[in-house]
C-alpha cells in the first residue's frame, strides 16, 4: 500500500488557471507538509499542517492554499497560476513521536505552467 | 534559526569504491533528528539513514554509514562499496519538532 500519495503525478496547464493537488496519507501521522523543488533541486517547505492546525507558513504568495479537510489529508490550492509555480510539488507526513521521525514523502507532482 | 549546509553540489565516484558527503547544520538544541535521503531521477524521496542526537553510536544501513560529530554538528555519510544504483541526489536534512530543514543537496554520479 502506497503510504503517501499524490495526484496528479503531472500537470501542465496555463498561465492565470487555477489547480489543486491531492495528498493523502495513510500512515496514521500528525503532521503533513507541501514543498516545492525547482529546477536546481531545492526543497522549499511552504506549509505544513498538524491535526489541521497551520504550523508553518513560509512567505508563500496567498495564491497557494493549502486545505485540510481531515488529518489524512493535505491538499495544496493554487490560484491564477503563473510562470515561475512551475516546478516539482512533494506532499509529505511525519509521525510527532516515535521510533521513526523521518518525513515520508508522495511521489512528487510535475506542475508546468506555460 | 536552523539551517543546514551540503557544500558539495556534485561528487561523483568510481564503482565499488567509497564516497564521503559531507554535512553541516547550525542549532542550539541539544534534541533532535538527522537524515539522509536520497532523490534518483524519478525524483522518488527515499530515506537512506537516520540519527538520533542523543545516541552517541553512528548509525549504519548496510553499505550506508554516517559520521556524526555532534560538538562540530558534522554529519557525513559514507557509501561504501558504491554501486550505478546509488546514482541520485543526496539531502541532508535536520528536524527539531515537527520542522524540518533541508539542505541544497550533492548529485552524486557512479562511474562504470
Known amino acids: 500500500d502506497t503510504a503517501v500519495s499524490q495526484t496528479p503525478k503531472y500537470l501542465v496547464t496555463q498561465m492565470g488557471n487555477d489547480k489543486s493537488i491531492k495528498c493523502e496519507q495513510n500512515l496514521g501521522h500528525d503532521t503533513m507538509y507541501w514543498y516545492k523543488q525547482d529546477s536546481k533541486k531545492f526543497l522549499k517547505i511552504m506549509f505544513s499542517?498538524?491535526?489541521?492546525?497551520?504550523?508553518i507558513n513560509e512567505t508563500v504568495p496567498n495564491r497557494f492554499s493549502p486545505k485540510s479537510p481531515d488529518k489524512a489529508h493535505l491538499n495544496l490550492h493554487i490560484n491564477s497560476l503563473e510562470l515561475g509555480d512551475s516546478a516539482v510539488y512533494f506532499c509529505a507526513s511525519s509521525q510527532e513521536d516515535g521510533p521513526r521521525m523521518e518525513q515520508y514523502f508522495g511521489p512528487g507532482t510535475r506542475l508546468t505552467v506555460t | 534559526a536552523q539551517t543546514v549546509t551540503q557544500s558539495q553540489p556534485e561528487m561523483s565516484v568510481q564503482e565499488a569504491e567509497t564516497v564521503t558527503l559531507s554535512c553541516t547544520y547550525d542549532?542550539?538544541?541539544?534534541?533532535?533528528?538527522l537524515f539522509w535521503y536520497k532523490q534518483p531521477p524519478s525524483r522518488q524521496m527515499i530515506l537512506v539513514i537516520r540519527q538520533e542526537a542523543y545516541k552517541q553510536q553512528n548509525a549504519t544501513e548496510n553499505r550506508f554509514s554516517v559520521n556524526f560529530q555532534k560538538a562540530a554538528k558534522s554529519f557525513s555519510l559514507k557509501i561504501s562499496d558504491s554501486q550505478l544504483g546509488d546514482a541520485a541526489m543526496y539531502f541532508c536534512a535536520y528536524r527539531r519538532s515537527n520542522q524540518f530543514y533541508f539542505g541544497t543537496g550533492t548529485s552524486l554520479t557512479v562511474i562504470p
Open positions: 542549532t542550539s538544541e541539544s534534541d533532535y533528528y
Open positions: 499542517y498538524n491535526n489541521k492546525e497551520l504550523i
